[in-house]
C-alpha cells in the first residue's frame, strides 16, 4: 500500500513483467538495484521510498486508470460510503434495509442458508438485563 496524492493505493506486483509495467506507467529508468525480485526484496527499503515518492505526485484514481490499462493489479483504498458505491456501480447491492436503518448487507451467498436480515444490531445495553439473567442461571447450574 502506497499514499497516493489523496488517498492510498494497492499495488500487487507479483512478476518482472509486471514491475517492468508499473515502471513505465510511473516513468521510472531502468535501476539495476530493482531489476529482478530477488534485488527488489534485497533492496525494499529503497524500493518503497522511490514508489512512494513517485506515487505521491497524482491522486489513487489516476495512477489506478494508468496502472490497470498496462495489465498492473491495484487499487485505490476506499473509505465505506466509497465502497459502497463502488460496489453499487458494479451492480450488487451492498446495504439492505433493516427497520429504520441502511445496514452493510451480508458479502456471502450461500444457496441452502442465505442471509437473513430481519433484525437490527441491538442498541448499547439493550440486552444487558436478559444476559445478565442467562448468566446468572448458567452459573447457578455448574457452569463457570
Do not use: K
Amino acid at each position: 500500500m502506497f499514499p497516493a496524492a489523496d488517498r492510498p493505493i494497492v499495488i500487487a506486483v507479483g512478476n518482472d513483467r509486471q514491475f517492468r509495467r508499473l515502471c513505465e506507467a510511473l516513468d521510472l529508468a531502468d535501476d539495476v538495484r530493482f531489476a529482478t525480485n530477488s534485488d527488489r526484496v534485497a533492496n525494499v527499503d529503497e524500493l518503497y521510498s522511490v514508489l512512494a515518492a513517485r506515487l505521491r505526485q497524482r491522486p489513487a484514481t489516476e495512477w489506478f486508470e494508468s496502472l490497470a490499462a498496462r495489465g498492473v493489479p491495484c487499487g485505490a483504498v476506499n473509505d465505506l460510503p466509497a465502497a459502497v458505491a463502488l460496489a453499487e456501480d458494479l451492480g450488487l447491492r451492498p446495504t439492505v434495509p433493516v427497520d429504520e436503518l441502511e445496514l452493510i448487507a451480508n458479502p456471502i451467498g450461500l444457496s441452502r442458508t442465505p442471509p437473513s436480515h430481519d433484525r437490527r444490531p441491538p442498541r448499547l445495553g439493550e440486552h444487558t438485563a436478559e444476559i445478565e439473567e442467562w448468566l446468572e442461571g448458567a452459573a447457578g447450574a455448574g457452569h463457570p
